[in-house]
C-alpha cells in the first residue's frame, strides 16, 4: 500500500511537471514567434528604405511584397474568429480590427476602401488599406491610433498577440520611417487577391556573411566537401591550400566591392534622409518667423488703437466740459434777458435794483461777456435813465416773456 501510495504521489507529481513544462514550452514558442515577427519587419523596413533610394516602390518591388506579408502576419496574429448563430468560430482577417480601430482618425480612408467596386473580400480590403495607408503616408498614425483603442484591440486579439504586448510601441515606431518614401501602387491588381494568405520570403534575411579572418571562400568549402569521396579528400590533404590562388583574391574583393556598395546605398539614404529633415527644420524657422512677425504687427495695431481710443475718450470729456459750460453760459443768458422784460419790472427804484443786480452779476462773469455782446454792456455802463431816454430797451414782446418770471 504504501508502495502504490509512493507511486501515485510521485506520478502525480510527475504529470504536474509536465504540465508546468508544456505551458513554459508553449509561452517560449509564443515569444520567439512575436520576437521573429518583430524582427523581421524590423529587416523587410529598413531593405525598403534602402531600395527607395534607388528606384521607384511600386507592386512589383519583391521588398515591398515582403514588407506587405510581414504586416500582414503580424497583424493577424492570434486574431480571434468571429463567433455565428451556431456556435461555430469562422476565420476572420485583420481588416475588420482595422475597420472599427482606425474610425477616430482624422481624413481616414475607411470608407473609401469599403466602397471599392473591383474589392470585395476582407482580406483584400485588408491589403488595399495597407497600399492607400502607404501613399497618404499615414501608416504609422493608424497602427498608432488602433494600439491606443485597447478595448476594441483587445476584443479582437486574444492573450499573447504582438498588438498586445510590448512590441506593440516598437511596431509603430518603425513604420514612421515609411514616410519617407513615395509609393506608387495600383489598387487594381493581383496583388490584392485575397485568396491565398500571403507568405514570407525570409532568405533575404538568412544570408551569411563570411569573417574576414576566413582565408578560403564559401565557394572553396563547397568544392571541399563536395569532393570528399576522391582520394584528395584523405585526412592528410583536410585544411586550406597554403597558397592562395588569383580566384580566391578576387572572390575576396568581390565581397568588399559588395560591402562598399552597401555602405555607399546607406550613406546616400542618409544624406537624402537629413536632406529632408534640414527642409523640414528651414520650413519651420520660416513659418515661426511669419508668426513671430504676425505677432508684432498685432500688438503694434493694438498700442495704436488703444492710443486713438484714449484720444477720443480725451475729445469727448473736453466737448462735455464744454457743453456742461455752455448749459451754464446760456442758463444765465435766459436769467439776464428776464430780468430785462419791462413786464416783469416795476417802477421807481425797483427796476434800478434790478438792472444794478444784472450788472453786477454780469462783470463777476468775464465769460458771460461775449456770448451776451452789447446787451451786457449797456446794462453795466448805462443807468435806467439814460435807457428810457433813448429808447434803447426793446419793447415787451411774447417771445421775451419767461413763463417762469411772470409776476403775480
Given at each position: 500500500?504504501?508502495?502504490?501510495?509512493?507511486?501515485?504521489?510521485?506520478?502525480?507529481?510527475?504529470?504536474?511537471?509536465?504540465?508546468?513544462?508544456?505551458?513554459?514550452?508553449?509561452?517560449?514558442?509564443?515569444?520567439?514567434?512575436?520576437?521573429?515577427?518583430?524582427?523581421?519587419?524590423?529587416?523587410?523596413?529598413?531593405?525598403?528604405?534602402?531600395?527607395?533610394?534607388?528606384?521607384?516602390?511600386?507592386?512589383?518591388?519583391?521588398?515591398?511584397n515582403n514588407f506587405a506579408a510581414v504586416?500582414?502576419?503580424?497583424?493577424?496574429?492570434?486574431?480571434?474568429?468571429?463567433?455565428?448563430?451556431?456556435?461555430?468560430?469562422?476565420?476572420?482577417?485583420?481588416?475588420?480590427?482595422?475597420?472599427?480601430?482606425?474610425?477616430?482618425?482624422?481624413?481616414?480612408?475607411?470608407?473609401?476602401?469599403?466602397?471599392?467596386?473591383?474589392?470585395?473580400?476582407?482580406?483584400?480590403?485588408?491589403?488595399?488599406?495597407?497600399?492607400?495607408?502607404?501613399?497618404?503616408?499615414?501608416?504609422?498614425?493608424?497602427?498608432?491610433?488602433?494600439?491606443?483603442?485597447?478595448?476594441?484591440?483587445?476584443?479582437?486579439?486574444?492573450?499573447?498577440?504582438i498588438v498586445l504586448g510590448e512590441e506593440?510601441?516598437?511596431?509603430?515606431?518603425?513604420?514612421?520611417?515609411?514616410?519617407?518614401?513615395?509609393?506608387?501602387?495600383?489598387?487594381?491588381?493581383?496583388?490584392?487577391?485575397?485568396?491565398?494568405?500571403?507568405?514570407?520570403?525570409?532568405?533575404?534575411?538568412?544570408?551569411?556573411?563570411?569573417?574576414?579572418?576566413?582565408?578560403?571562400?564559401?565557394?572553396?568549402?563547397?568544392?571541399?566537401?563536395?569532393?570528399?569521396?576522391?582520394?584528395?579528400?584523405?585526412?592528410?590533404?583536410?585544411?586550406?591550400?597554403?597558397i592562395i590562388d588569383e580566384n580566391s583574391?578576387?572572390?575576396?574583393?568581390?565581397?568588399?566591392?559588395?560591402?562598399?556598395?552597401?555602405?555607399?546605398?546607406?550613406?546616400?539614404?542618409?544624406?537624402?534622409?537629413?536632406?529632408?529633415?534640414?527642409?523640414?527644420?528651414?520650413?519651420?524657422?520660416?513659418?515661426?518667423?511669419?508668426?513671430?512677425?504676425?505677432?508684432?504687427?498685432?500688438?503694434?495695431?493694438?498700442?495704436?488703437?488703444?492710443?486713438?481710443?484714449?484720444?477720443?475718450?480725451?475729445?469727448?470729456?473736453?466737448?462735455?466740459?464744454?457743453?456742461?459750460?455752455?448749459?451754464?453760459?446760456?442758463?444765465?443768458?435766459?436769467?439776464?434777458?428776464?430780468?430785462?422784460?419791462?413786464?416783469?419790472?416795476?417802477?421807481?427804484?425797483?427796476?434800478?435794483?434790478?438792472?444794478?443786480?444784472?450788472?453786477?452779476?454780469?462783470?463777476?462773469?468775464?465769460?458771460?461777456?461775449?456770448?451776451?455782446?452789447?446787451?451786457?454792456?449797456?446794462?453795466?455802463?448805462?443807468?435806467?435813465?439814460?435807457?428810457?431816454?433813448?429808447?434803447?430797451?426793446?419793447?415787451?414782446?411774447?417771445?421775451?416773456?419767461?413763463?417762469?418770471?411772470?409776476?403775480?
Amino acid at each position: 500500500m504504501a508502495s502504490r501510495s509512493l507511486g501515485g504521489l510521485s506520478g502525480g507529481r510527475g504529470g504536474g511537471g509536465g504540465g508546468g513544462g508544456k505551458k513554459s514550452l508553449s509561452a517560449r514558442n509564443a515569444a520567439v514567434e512575436r520576437r521573429n515577427l518583430i524582427t523581421v519587419c524590423r529587416f523587410s523596413v529598413k531593405t525598403l528604405i534602402d531600395r527607395s533610394c534607388f528606384e521607384t516602390i511600386d507592386d512589383s518591388s519583391p521588398e515591398f511584397n515582403n514588407f506587405a506579408a510581414v504586416l500582414e502576419q503580424i497583424l493577424s496574429h492570434r486574431l480571434k474568429g468571429q463567433v455565428t448563430w451556431f456556435g461555430y468560430e469562422s476565420p476572420r482577417s485583420f481588416w475588420d480590427y482595422i475597420r472599427v480601430a482606425c474610425r477616430k482618425v482624422s481624413q481616414n480612408c475607411i470608407c473609401s476602401i469599403e466602397n471599392m467596386e473591383n474589392v470585395s473580400s476582407s482580406r483584400a480590403k485588408g491589403r488595399a488599406w495597407i497600399r492607400v495607408a502607404l501613399m497618404e503616408k499615414h501608416l504609422s498614425e493608424y497602427i498608432s491610433t488602433a494600439l491606443r483603442d485597447f478595448k476594441t484591440t483587445r476584443r479582437f486579439y486574444e492573450d499573447g498577440a504582438i498588438v498586445l504586448g510590448e512590441e506593440a510601441n516598437m511596431l509603430a515606431g518603425m513604420l514612421l520611417g515609411l514616410n519617407a518614401i513615395d509609393f506608387s501602387f495600383c489598387l487594381k491588381g493581383e496583388g490584392l487577391d485575397g485568396t491565398f494568405p500571403a507568405v514570407i520570403d525570409y532568405t533575404p534575411y538568412l544570408k551569411f556573411e563570411q569573417s574576414s579572418d576566413s582565408i578560403s571562400s564559401d565557394e572553396e568549402e563547397l568544392r571541399t566537401f563536395g569532393s570528399s569521396d576522391s582520394e584528395s579528400s584523405t585526412p592528410e590533404n583536410v585544411g586550406p591550400p597554403l597558397i592562395i590562388d588569383e580566384n580566391s583574391w578576387f572572390n575576396k574583393c568581390k565581397r568588399v566591392r559588395q560591402k562598399y556598395q552597401l555602405t555607399l546605398e546607406q550613406k546616400g539614404y542618409l544624406e537624402e534622409l537629413l536632406r529632408l529633415r534640414e527642409n523640414q527644420l528651414s520650413e519651420s524657422v520660416s513659418q515661426n518667423k511669419v508668426l513671430l512677425q504676425r505677432i508684432e504687427d498685432s500688438d503694434l495695431a493694438h498700442k495704436l488703437e488703444k492710443e486713438q481710443l484714449e484720444y477720443i475718450i480725451v475729445e469727448l470729456q473736453d466737448q462735455l466740459k464744454s457743453y456742461q459750460s455752455l448749459d451754464q453760459l446760456s442758463a444765465e443768458v435766459s436769467l439776464s434777458q428776464a430780468s430785462l422784460d419791462p413786464s416783469h419790472s416795476q417802477e421807481g427804484d425797483g427796476k434800478q435794483d434790478s438792472l444794478n443786480f444784472i450788472g453786477e452779476g454780469k462783470e463777476d462773469t468775464p465769460s458771460l461777456l461775449g456770448l451776451c455782446g452789447s446787451l451786457t454792456s449797456v446794462a453795466s455802463y448805462k443807468s435806467l435813465t439814460s435807457l428810457k431816454s433813448n429808447d434803447c430797451l426793446a419793447s415787451p414782446t411774447g417771445e421775451m416773456t419767461s413763463p417762469g418770471l411772470t409776476p403775480s
